[in-house]
């Protein structure tokens, strides 16, 4: 059974910074591409960041210069660090495992930049 558990989420002023993990389990971590979506209330999810087997990363225009997404195949983790954050930013962020047609999805953590 894959399993991905994300953690890290919080209330945080602006211009804070927070540092998202997602733990996975069940699967090979290293053979599945790892995103990174949000959805804030009354709107569609969106994607954040992506990376790629080998590495390669993609970001929305909202958020770069601003996070990075990295992982970790030995730990079996994705990260995501947000900074500079914006009360925009605010959402539910979700982390998402990727291979062909397989999509394993987490429950998400919540984000709140707020003063």
């Known amino acids: 059974q894959v399993r991905l558990v994300e953690s890290g989420g919080g209330l945080v002023q602006p211009g804070g910074s927070l540092r998202l993990s997602c733990a996975t389990s069940?699967?090979?971590?290293?053979?599945?591409?790892m995103g990174w979506y949000r959805q804030a209330p009354g709107k569609q999810r969106e994607l954040v960041a992506t990376?790629?087997?080998?590495?390669?990363?993609n970001y929305d225009d909202s958020v770069k210069g601003r996070f990075t997404i990295s992982r970790d195949n030995v730990k079996n983790t994705v990260y995501l660090q947000m900074n500079s954050l914006k009360p925009e930013d605010t959402a539910i962020y979700y982390c998402?495992?990727?291979?062909?047609?397989?999509?394993?999805w987490g429950q998400g953590t919540q984000v709140t930049v707020s003063s």
């Open positions: 990376i790629t087997t080998s590495h390669s990363t």
């Open positions: 069940g699967a090979t971590f290293s053979l599945y591409d």
């Open positions: 998402k495992m990727s291979r062909g047609v397989l999509h394993y």
